[in-house]
């Protein structure tokens, strides 16, 4: 039996719980045991409706109780956090043994449980680093990197994640932080996270569009959670520039602890080309991203190998180009040029055009004024989904991963329905590792 631990899973919208229902359901499919320890709390706030325990498309599911606060306020998540964290531990020191558990980042420094259970219990877990803390809160400003409470957090993660059988990031900045926290090199695998299938191929039907009153419109869409690593200054800057041009649409659909501050932007500077659509449901996703003409995202240059926005790979597989504002050096932005399917805007960076704001507005219209070169770029992008990003593609880059660091939980049978990525996955794996060095980025 493998266990994973997150707070998010399905049916939540939370891209970490999507991405962790993906590849349960793909293990659980080719033959592999897969229990999955989350929370009835929902992203957004509330309660799920799903039951405390169920066995979903072949998954076993036990959902733990929570308070239910959502992010919306900081005390909230804190409390939601802290009942996650009690009853995860209790599973995981008290509780019946898995054969092994993989710990992902929601909360923040889950890790630490399983370093805890193998420490007290002999334990076997691993890490799937969706992102990084407390790297993540010093980033933000919201702890001193030098302060008695960063040092404490990062002494306890660093430990959680130097006696991990196998940690996961997401790709070589990421990696590089990882290595730089002690990591043995031949622990560390970089899987990149996938676009969601409902998305792929989606083509812009009148669905959301019409509803909206959006027909004829061209739509700019920041689809998902507006959160502290996400950088608007420039991209409201933008909207502001265009608000007096009747065919071009801002839409953002989603939420997230950013959302008020983006409306009351607007609601100053009055952008009336511009709303804020509640998150959509996943059987929905293909309808939202398909609704858009380019996509929006952002991530603010302190968090670069720190967290990798996933957002690009739904809109890769959902057939439309990327304009991405945040530092030319990280995942997003590497992903961007390798495809050829978008535009990289790094504030820090000046050309003729001008500031951050401008170039935007310069990549909005000259997609706006040429519609082919926009699904050109969109093709490409789409290209690079099929071959890099797909989601059967890059679950069995994992299940090559887990094979190799518990062969006794794989057995060889499924091991060999993976080896046509077997390949792949160790180049992709050596080449982080050679690339990265033991700097941070």
Known sequence: MLRFVNQHYA??????????????????GIGIPVEILTARGHY???????PAREVRRGVQVRRLWTLGLGRRFRLGRILDYTCFYVQAAWATWIGRAPGATIFLTTPPLLGVVGWIGWRLRGRRYGIWSMDLHPDAEIAAGMLRARGPTARALGWLNDRAYRAA??????????????????VAPDRLHTVPVWGQEEASGSVAGPGLRAALGLAGKWIVMYSGNAGIVHDFG????AMRQLRDDPAIFFLFVGGGPRRRAIQDYARRHTITNFIYHPYMPRERLAEALGAADVHLITLRAPFAGIAVPGKLYGIMAAGRPALFVGPAGCETADAIRRAGCGVVIDPTESDEQG???????SAIRAWQADPAAARAAAARGRAAYVTEYARDTNCAMFLDVLGRAWPDLVPRAVERRSGARRRAAGSVAADSQCAVGASVA
């Open 234 to 237: 420039d991209v409201l800057e």
């Open 11 to 28: 049916p939540d919208v939370a891209s970490t719980g999507q991405h962790l229902t993906d590849l349960a359901e793909y293990l659980a």
């Open 165 to 182: 059988e196998v940690v996961i990031g997401l790709g070589p900045y990421m990696a590089r932080r990882i290595l730089a926290k002690g």
């Open 355 to 361: 500031g951050a704001a401008a170039r935007i507005v």
């Open 44 to 50: 957004a706030g509330g309660r799920l409706d799903a």
